[in-house]
């Protein structure tokens, strides 16, 4: 059986998924010539007109409840239109899981694209975080529109990362371009050589240092952390980091980075330091990748800490 690619596109109504849809396929003189399904499961201001469903062969079908995605409902579709692809429009408050449970074997999930309104996600996140992770997790790209007049992108980025730290994040400006690198505040001093990271600091740090580790080459870090020996570690490797509530007070993480002791202190099991670090880019045998990798280059061992939980 030939394979049947699917798009699937995510995000709150009035997030511009409609609009994103309707450009991808108006750019791509390739895809307009495909038959394509358009699975839409909740309708915003924006439509898709009968010109354009015409002109680019889309066989058109409305959800009206998230118990009609099942599998027999996709294979029923498959027979029917035939497409040579398929997007969804998904609906941000349907269990991530219902659309992978439904989707046939034929059907293979390609790319997940998850839609952002900058401008309204302060207000939302604040009540919804846990909405945004199921819209975010599973990710290839998400993409914050209507950022015009805004400054804290950069805080945006950082609490959408915690959620997922392999997608792609990109801002879309009112003229179409995009960007995934922004010029943003940081809570300390990113010229200085010797950074001295506030306990607050540490989750806006780590999330920075993760998308951006070329800011920080040939800069010395230093803060408290709660460090962890890495028993896999054929190297002896530690992981100095904290814990970080990334979605609810129920959904909390240890964020840290594996990192080479260069120091004579020795770490066994836990322990508290307050350490001073160097950024690098190297191999990991853990990951077997290269990742962010630290060097420590001093170790002061403090009391036990009070394990604050810390917000991005």
Not at 124 to 137: L, P, T
Not at 287 to 294: K, R, T
Request: charged fraction near 25%.
């Amino acid at each position: 059986m030939v394979e049947v690619p699917v798009f699937l596109i995510n995000g709150f109504l009035e997030s511009g998924k409609t609009t994103l849809i309707k450009d991808i396929i108006n750019q791509d003189s390739k895809l307009q010539k495909l038959d394509t399904l358009l699975v839409v499961c909740e309708t915003g201001e924006v439509e898709y007109d009968e010109k354009f469903i015409k002109e680019n062969h889309i066989d058109i079908v409305y959800i009206e409840d998230e118990s009609e995605l099942t599998q027999e409902f996709f294979l029923k579709l498959d027979k029917e239109f035939e497409p040579a692809r398929v997007v969804i429009e998904y609906n941000s408050f349907y269990n991530p899981e219902t659309i992978k449970d439904a989707l046939p074997k034929i059907y293979v999930l390609s790319q997940t694209i998850t839609m952002i309104d900058a401008s309204t996600f302060g207000v939302y996140f604040n009540n919804m975080r846990q909405i945004f992770n199921n819209a975010c997790k599973d990710a290839d790209l998400i993409i914050f529109n209507r950022i015009e007049g805004i400054d804290t992108l950069g805080q945006f980025r950082r609490q959408i990362r915690a959620f997922n730290q392999n997608a792609q994040i990109a801002f879309e400006a009112k003229d179409g371009s995009m960007t995934d690198m922004l010029d943003e505040d940081l809570p300390y001093d990113i010229n200085s050589n010797v950074i001295n990271l506030e306990e607050t600091d540490y989750p806006i740090w780590y999330m920075d240092c993760f998308d951006n580790y070329q800011k920080y080459f040939n800069k010395d870090i230093s803060f408290i952390a709660k460090i962890e020996a890495l028993e896999d570690s054929k190297e002896g490797h530690i992981m100095p980091g904290r814990m970080v509530m990334t979605c609810c007070e129920a959904d909390t993480q240890f964020l840290g980075f594996e990192c080479v002791n260069d120091t004579d202190v020795k770490i066994t099991d836990t322990t508290w330091a307050l350490i001073t670090v160097t950024v690098h880019h190297e191999y990991s045998s853990l990951a077997d990748a290269e990742v962010v990798m630290l060097h420590a280059k001093k170790i002061q061992k403090l009391a036990p800490q009070e394990d604050k939980i810390l917000s991005l």
